[in-house]
């Protein structure tokens, strides 16, 4: 027998409660629950298979019973009233996702051949901030988000001028930060797990564009990234970090990492901290086959100054987190 249960988010479950995916809060949402036949269930185990959970659950008699949680329907969210509206909205944000890779692969394909044109001229003249690779990395996240999202910016009169070094940081919640902060047109060189060099044509334009690479668990790594970006601000160029190291796997915000502020201490150029709301939304970590649509906000905070690197990164994450908490968002620790 198969039974269909319809549960708020955070519907309680005999072992805690059902928790919707960040990318399904403040959204009309609910998870399809499965009772399948009765099964000999011991324990309180989740299993998960792909987006599917199965819990153990335990009925009002001796029976128990196995529970699957469509999990990544409550992700997309939706703001219909059945299960087959739900699974449209989920294909609608499926096939999305297939029409954006398309396009910002054709878009860089083209541009990326002007990258290369460009490429000995860029080196003869202005080899370290490399403005003309950053331009059309700016007009390929423009052409690729404008077909699928909105972008809102705040505070942009709080960016430093093109040629004045910065250390720039952001909150790391979706594979689109890095589109969305390219449309900002600044030439800062974004500091990049290495694995993301493999993709053809982006990992050639990274080269290009002097993206650069760390192994984020090797100390030596570490260590010659933060020389190269000393070595870059001294040289006049910007240089980017996503100081959580990662993205967020639940939407909040999590502790910072100290190399970017002893880049900006050392070398007393200033970190200008970046907000970034709703890309967790469009396209959650972990999520990548969809993109759900949306408003994208892109808040550029006052910049911040001084040689002690502890309160340049306490301070700009109390900025983000701070712009993150009005909006909704959570945010890990304290703010
Ligand atoms: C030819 C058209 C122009 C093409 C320009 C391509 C430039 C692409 C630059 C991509 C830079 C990517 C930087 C990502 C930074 C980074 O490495 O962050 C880590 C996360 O993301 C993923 O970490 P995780 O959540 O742990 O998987």
């Known amino acids: 027998m198969e039974t269909l249960l319809r549960l708020e988010p955070y519907s309680p479950l005999p072992f805690g409660h059902l928790h919707p995916h960040p990318s399904a809060r403040n959204r009309p949402s609910f998870a399809v629950i499965v009772a399948s036949s009765p099964r000999n269930q011991s324990g309180k185990k989740l299993r998960f298979h792909g987006t599917n959970i199965t819990i153990p659950i335990k009925n009002q008699g001796t029976v128990h019973r196995s529970v699957t949680v469509r999990s990544e329907i409550a992700a997309a969210g939706s703001t219909g009233d059945s299960a087959c509206s739900m699974t449209e909205f989920q294909l609608g944000s499926r096939i999305r996702a297939i029409c954006f890779y398309s396009v910002t692969a054709l878009v860089a ?3 990326f051949v002007g990258m290369v044109l460009a490429h000995p001229f860029v080196i003869l003249f202005d080899r370290h901030c490399r403005r003309a690779h950053h331009l059309i990395a700016k007009l390929w996240a423009t052409l690729t988000i404008a077909p699928f999202y909105k972008l809102e910016f705040e505070g942009m009169e709080n960016l430093p001028p093109q040629n004045m070094p910065a250390v720039y ?16 047109g600044r030439c800062f060189k974004i500091i990049s797990k290495r694995s993301i060099f493999l993709f053809p044509v982006i990992g050639w334009a990274m080269l290009l564009m002097g993206v650069i690479p760390l192994r984020r668990m090797d100390s ?13 601000v001294r040289k006049g160029a910007s240089v980017f970090f996503f100081p ?14 100290k190399g970017a502020f002893s880049v900006a201490a050392k070398t007393g150029v200033r970190v200008v901290p970046i907000t970034l709301l709703g890309t967790g939304k469009l396209m959650p970590a972990g999520m990548e ?21 502890d309160m340049l990164c306490c301070e700009s994450r109390n900025v983000i987190a701070n712009a993150l908490l009005v909006h909704g968002y959570g945010v ?3 703010a």
């Open 244 to 257: 959580e190291g990662t993205r967020s796997k639940d939407g909040k915000l999590g502790a910072f990492k």
């Open 332 to 334: 890990h620790g304290n």
């Open 109 to 111: 394909i083209f541009l």
């Open 169 to 184: 940081v952001s909150n790391h919640q979706s594979f689109l930060d890095v589109y969305t902060l390219f449309t900002l």
């Open 289 to 309: 086959g969809i993109l759900n649509p949306g408003l994208v906000k892109v808040i550029v905070h006052q910049p911040i100054e001084g040689n002690d690197a």
């Open 220 to 232: 030596r790594s570490q260590l010659d990234c933060l020389k190269r970006c000393m070595d870059l």
